[in-house]
């Protein structure tokens, strides 16, 4: 009786405001972004000719980190799959071969993907002792008579989920170069004016 493998599952990827592509994983790592929220990173396929890249140092190690785990782990894991999958007979007919090579294919494009980044990117330091909002500055925020932090990166490690906006966002551009105390206000990508108080500024 032949052996099943699980099937994967499919995130999509978003770099600031642009979605970029999808890529499978059947776990997840704790050191590797998972994205459906960027992250940094899993996986993009997009033309990025024009693109500037910034990183915070943080960011630059996470895909580091990420580059590493795919070339080795994830690639000899899928590699074992694909050759499992074949002794299972025709791949003609092999949904489990088709979902390996899928996988594979993903994993290479986002393998690529980090490797033009970190060759591309600029890696920039948050000054220690500034007292306006840069990129890698922590901030926070009265929005509404609420109160948001904020991480600003740039698009490559932008993480919603985490609270990390790119500077290229409309709330990340409107945030830098204020300082604390300042009234700061912004149209969203639906339209909707923003208006936001900073309270705490951290580097």
Not at 29 to 52: C, E, F, L, Y
Not at 112 to 139: D, Y
Not at 178 to 186: A, F, I, L, R
């Amino acid at each position: 009786m032949c052996r099943r493998l699980g099937r994967a599952h499919t995130a999509f990827l978003y770099i600031g405001r642009h979605s970029v592509g999808a890529l499978t994983y059947r776990e997840k790592k704790p050191h590797v972004r998972q994205s459906g929220v960027p992250v940094v990173g899993i996986g993009q396929v997009r033309s990025m000719a024009n693109d500037n890249f910034i990183l915070t140092q943080e960011g630059k190690e996470k895909l580091e980190e990420e580059l590493h785990y795919l070339e080795t782990e994830k690639r000899a894991e899928i590699g074992e799959r694909i050759k499992v999958a074949r002794e299972f007979g025709d791949i003609s007919e092999n949904s489990e071969y088709d979902d390996a090579k899928n996988e594979q294919g993903m994993m290479e494009a986002r393998i690529a993907e980090i490797s033009r980044i970190l060759s591309e990117a600029t890696v920039v330091s948050t000054p220690k002792r500034s007292s306006k909002v840069n990129i890698g500055s922590m901030v926070t925020v009265d929005m509404g008579g609420k109160e948001r932090v904020f991480t600003i990166v740039g698009g490559a490690e932008s993480d919603a989920a985490a609270g990390k906006i790119s500077n290229e966002s409309p709330v990340g551009a409107a945030l830098l170069g204020h300082k604390k105390g300042d009234k700061v206000e912004t149209t969203g990508p639906t339209g909707r004016d923003i208006s936001m108080v900073i309270l705490k500024i951290e580097h």
